[in-house]
Every structure is written in structure tokens, then in C-alpha cells.
């Protein structure tokens, strides 16, 4: 069975300081997908990234970055020089092989907050 | 190209009411899946449907329910409305395909629809 584990609930930073967010996942897959995506009080999930799992090449966009290590089965997401429009709940996913579908599981999120 | 949309934002029903949920997916996308977030269960999914055809299914009772049309477009329904139903209910739009030499997914969320069950 597969499953998505942030273990950081909340977090609480002021501006311009780092902040990396945690994403551990289970999975009996070999091809699987994982995404980060963004819910500010809006509600809408705002795409950020989405990896394969045989891609394990770091990626940086910008002030965001992402580590993703199959041997520690981690995704997690860093923000460099925090601002305050970064405060959002931010949700790592899973998506399994494309026989599953496109079913994903959802981690419990991470509520980040970047004070001024 | 559009993103996903879902009519409408916000509804409010009455407990015992139906309501029925829309959404639209990105052009080309032919999956489409449903899910509910609340505070205390956080993202759960509901269903998928692909080519008109429901091809997974979440753990929620029979009440929920849904369908795809010929154009992609989807709906969901739920009947008898208790109120644990009262969510955000979001819908994504999916696609697979190959980029060099590599498969991936796109997944990409609509606004979501805000229920409140009274």
C-alpha cells in the first residue's frame, strides 16, 4: 500500500530565512510519480513539481528546490530566501505505475508560515 | 491552454439534500479524479474516471457517486447529504504520456467546489 508521510505539521519562519520541508513515501511500485503542490487559504492546489521515479536528478526553479532520494524513499522541498507570499499549507503526493491510474495519495501536509 | 474548472464554488445544502458537482478538465486530459478535503481527514480520494469509465474507487460509501461524459467533463453526485459531507471538493485533471524517452503524469487541481452541509 502506498503512503505519503510529512512528518512537520507546522512551521514557522522569518523571511529570508531557508526551510526545507519533509516528504517520506512508501510504495511496492518500481514506476511511480511524485508531485509537491501548494494550497494557499484559497484552496486551489497549485502545481510545483512532479518527479518519475527514475529520475533522481535534483531540480531548482527559482527559489525552490527539491531533493528526491529513492534510497531513503525522500522528496523534500526546500525554499531559499522564504517570503511571505510563501505561506501556504504545501502537500507532498504519490501516484503509482499507470496501471493504478491516477490515484494519489496525499501526505497530511505542512502548514508553512514566513513571518515579516 | 485553460486549466480545470468547477462549478460551482460554493454551495450550501440542507442534510438529506443531493447535490451534484461539475468539472471541466484541461483539453486533451481524459482523466479525471475527485477528491474531498476536510480538516480531519485531509486529502482523500473519492474516484477516477477514464474514458467515461470509473477506474478507481476510494473508500466512501455508495452516496458518492460520479460520471464522466464523451468530452471528458465530469461530474460527481452525492446524495442524502449528511453533515460530515460539508468539504472542499476538489477535482484533477490527469495525463500520461513520454518525454524523452521518459513516461510522467500530469496532474493538474481545479479551485474546488466549498460544500457546507446545515
Known amino acids: 500500500a502506498q503512503k505519503v508521510t510529512q512528518a512537520q505539521t507546522e512551521i514557522s519562519v522569518v523571511e529570508k530565512e531557508d526551510v526545507t520541508l519533509d516528504c517520506v513515501y512508501e510504495t511496492r511500485d518500481t514506476t511511480y510519480y511524485l508531485f509537491w503542490y501548494k494550497q494557499p487559504p484559497s484552496g486551489e492546489l497549485v502545481f510545483l513539481i512532479r518527479?518519475?521515479?527514475?529520475?533522481?536528478q535534483n531540480e531548482i526553479s527559482g527559489r525552490y528546490s527539491w531533493n528526491f532520494q529513492k534510497s531513503t524513499s525522500s522528496f523534500n522541498f526546500t525554499i531559499t530566501a522564504s517570503q511571505v507570499v510563501d505561506s501556504a499549507v504545501y502537500f507532498c503526493a504519490l501516484s503509482e505505475g499507470e496501471t493504478s491510474g491516477s490515484r494519489l495519495t496525499f501526505g497530511e501536509g505542512t502548514q508553512l508560515t514566513v513571518n515579516p | 491552454k485553460a486549466g480545470v474548472t468547477q462549478t460551482p464554488r460554493y454551495l450550501i445544502k440542507t442534510r438529506g439534500q443531493q447535490v451534484t458537482l461539475s468539472c471541466s478538465p484541461i483539453s486533451g486530459h481524459r482523466s479525471v479524479s475527485w477528491y474531498q478535503q476536510t480538516p480531519g481527514q485531509g486529502l482523500q480520494f473519492l474516484f477516477e474516471y477514464f474514458s467515461e469509465t470509473q477506474r478507481n474507487k476510494g473508500n466512501f460509501p455508495g452516496r458518492f457517486s460520479g460520471r464522466q461524459f464523451s468530452n471528458s467533463r465530469s461530474e460527481m453526485n452525492v446524495s442524502t447529504l449528511e453533515l460530515g459531507d460539508s468539504a472542499l471538493y476538489l477535482c484533477a485533471s490527469s495525463q500520461w504520456g513520454l518525454a524523452g524517452g521518459s513516461s510522467y503524469n500530469e496532474q493538474f487541481f481545479g479551485p474546488g467546489t466549498r460544500l457546507t452541509v446545515l
Open positions: 518527479r518519475n521515479s527514475f529520475d533522481e
